[in-house]
């Protein structure tokens, strides 16, 4: 693990960390309906197309391309890779089904959907909101990034782009920005349990020879 770049993936955790803490705190301060209206506003014709487009980078299918990368290049670190999907999975999945289900999303919640911009030729879901799952990976998908590029750059480029996934959940009406926030946190105890994953791996390495 020494090759990492530790440095690179501590700033990530941290920035999105306390975006996840401030968006859950903001949520809960002036109201989640209240928040989510404030951030969906329509943005015009382009806005609407990138947004619907940018979401797909939150997909789970975006794990096969990395899960490519990583068994050309990384594969030591197979493991790190399979505990981001686990986790980040888990996190979402029993969170929507088994603690909070059901959880309204905004077009269900919001009687007067007239408040609502919505995008047209984009399905929108109306439970199991909390939290966003789509959120959750594509930070899981940036602290990775953080981990594995060395570069400083990939820490505003890699948190743009993950941003903008989790802003379109909200600008798509599939997500309150709490949820946002929520995916946020996940995707922190995702990499974290992972790494701790991958070093009990390296450090019990002769059991799997």
Request: hydrophobic residues 50%.
């Amino acid at each position: 693990m020494s090759e990492l770049s530790i440095k690179n993936f501590n700033t990530g955790v941290i920035i999105t960390l306390e975006l996840g803490f401030t968006l859950m705190a903001i949520s809960f301060n002036v109201g989640k309906v209240n928040l989510f209206l404030l951030l969906n506003g329509n943005l015009g014709l382009f806005a609407d197309r990138f947004f619907e487009y940018t979401t797909y980078l939150g997909d789970g299918l975006i794990w096969v391309p990395i899960a490519v990368l990583f068994f050309i290049y990384r594969r030591k670190y197979l493991v790190l890779l399979f505990g981001a999907i686990l986790f980040s999975t888990l996190f979402t999945q029993v969170t929507k089904n088994f603690i909070f289900p059901e959880l309204p999303r905004p077009t269900k919640l919001i009687e007067n959907t007239q408040l609502i911009h919505t995008v047209p030729g984009v399905e929108l879901h109306t439970i199991d909101s909390f939290p966003s799952g789509h959120t959750t990976t594509a930070f899981t998908v940036f602290l990775l990034a953080c981990l594995f590029i060395p570069t400083k750059k990939i820490i505003p480029i890699g948190f743009v782009i993950a941003l903008l996934v989790g802003y379109s959940r909200v600008y798509l009406a599939q997500h309150f920005p709490l949820d946002v926030g929520a995916g946020m946190i996940a995707a922190c105890l995702t990499m974290l349990l992972s790494i701790q994953m991958q070093k009990w791996r390296d450090a019990n390495q002769t059991l799997f020879n």
